[in-house]
């Protein structure tokens, strides 16, 4: 598992999939409301202010993805389930 955010959207995407060359890849687009994640970072010390609103849509442009899923109003472990599950071979718990 590669947790990578592409802040060059999908030229970013193209320079990871030359380097992953013929390796078997499930792309998974994790995506959440901006203002959502501007009030998760807001919450979160470890934060730099305003790059959640900013990167919430910037870093999916041009990304081509196998599923998605949007935090917004689903929990982590839900949003996990469903790209397991789109994996062949696991059976998610």
């Known amino acids: 598992i590669l947790d990578e955010v592409f802040l060059l959207g999908g030229a ?6 030359g380097l992953l060359g013929d390796l078997d890849v499930l792309w998974a687009g994790v995506h ?10 807001a919450a979160r010390p470890d934060r730099v202010p305003g790059m959640a609103m ?3 849509v910037a ?4 990304v081509a993805y196998d599923i998605e899923v949007d935090t917004t109003d689903s929990s982590a472990i839900a949003c996990a389930r469903r790209i397991a599950s789109a994996v062949p071979g696991i059976l998610p718990a």
Do not use: F, I, K, M
């Not at 970013?12 to 999939?17: I, K, V, W």
């Not at 870093?59 to 041009?62: P, R």
């Open 12 to 17: 970013g995407q193209q320079r990871l999939r």
């Open 32 to 41: 959440c409301d901006p203002l959502v994640a501007a009030s998760r970072e």
């Open 54 to 56: 900013h990167q919430a």
């Open 59 to 62: 870093v999916h442009a041009g």
